[in-house]
Nanobody
């Protein structure tokens, strides 16, 4: 599976961005998928995920109510709608997937097999 993340950019605090993650090589509609991010000088952290069997969504507390993860099965892709952006959301955002992911590892980055190259989101004050 190859993943291509896009949609990052520079936005003012309070603004919105929509990230996309296009998959190729396999159909990912039946896989769990997630977004992670890594800010400068910080560890990679979980942002949001879709569980494969139910489509249920899960979010980090820091983005709950502001970000929405969704599938785009028609385009074999996944999106992350980010609203009310804050300067602390500044990071490189990565999409990831894993065909055999177990539920307890949904928020564990090391459990994911395939990663996109990352897209930079910069939120100015």
């Amino acid at each position: 599976v190859q993943l291509q993340a896009s949609g990052g950019g520079l936005v003012q605090a309070g603004g919105s961005l929509r990230l996309s993650c296009a998959a190729s090589g396999r159909t990912v509609s039946r896989y769990s998928m997630a977004w992670f991010r890594q800010a400068p000088g910080k560890e990679r952290e979980f942002v949001a995920a879709l569980w494969r069997s139910t489509g249920n969504t899960y979010y980090a507390d820091s983005v709950k109510g502001r970000f929405t993860i969704s599938r785009d099965n028609a385009n074999n892709a996944m999106n992350l709608q980010m609203n009310s952006l804050k300067p602390e959301d500044t990071a490189v955002y990565y999409c990831a997937t894993a065909p055999g992911l177990i539920y307890s590892n949904l928020q564990v980055g090391s459990a994911y097999d395939y990663w996109g190259q990352g897209t930079l989101v910069t939120v100015s004050r």
